[in-house]
C-alpha cells in the first residue's frame, strides 16, 4: 500500500515550464511502476507517462514526446515530472499513480493515485 501526494502545479504561460512532484509513502516505493495521468474538464482521464519501479524504462504519450521527461528519485520516494515548452492544451488536473509493472499504468491497474494538482496553461 502506498500513498501519493502531487505538488508543483499552478499558473503558466505557454511555451514555459513547471515540474510537478509525486511524494510516496512507505518503504516499497522501488517496487513501484509510477505514472503520470491528466484530466482536462470535460474530457477523459488520459496517459501521460510512465517510469519502471528502477527507472530503466519511461514511456510517453505521443501528444508530449519531446516536451516532458518523468523521473524518479528512489532515495527520496519521489516521482517528478518536467513540462517544458507547455501548451494551452496541456491545462488539465494532473495525477500521479502507482502500479506493480510498467505495463499495467496504460492498462488501468492501478495501486493507488494522488489527489491531483492543477496545471493551467495561459496562451
Known amino acids: 500500500q502506498v500513498q501519493l501526494v502531487e505538488s508543483g502545479g499552478g499558473l503558466v504561460q505557454a511555451g514555459g515550464s513547471l515540474r510537478l512532484s509525486c511524494a510516496a509513502s512507505g518503504r516499497t516505493f522501488s517496487s513501484y511502476a509510477m505514472g503520470w495521468f491528466r484530466q482536462a474538464p470535460e474530457k477523459e482521464r488520459e496517459f501521460v507517462a510512465a517510469i519502471s519501479g528502477r527507472g530503466g524504462t519511461t514511456s510517453y504519450a505521443d501528444s508530449v514526446k519531446g516536451r516532458f521527461t518523468i523521473s524518479r528519485d528512489n532515495a527520496k520516494n519521489t516521482v517528478y515530472l518536467q513540462m517544458n515548452s507547455l501548451k494551452p492544451e496541456d491545462t488539465a488536473v494532473y495525477y500521479c499513480?502507482?502500479?506493480?509493472?510498467?505495463?499495467?499504468?496504460?492498462?488501468?491497474?492501478?495501486?493507488?493515485w494522488g489527489q491531483g494538482t492543477l496545471v493551467t496553461v495561459s496562451s
Open positions: 499513480a502507482a502500479a506493480r509493472l510498467l505495463a499495467t499504468i496504460r492498462g488501468g491497474d492501478l495501486d493507488a
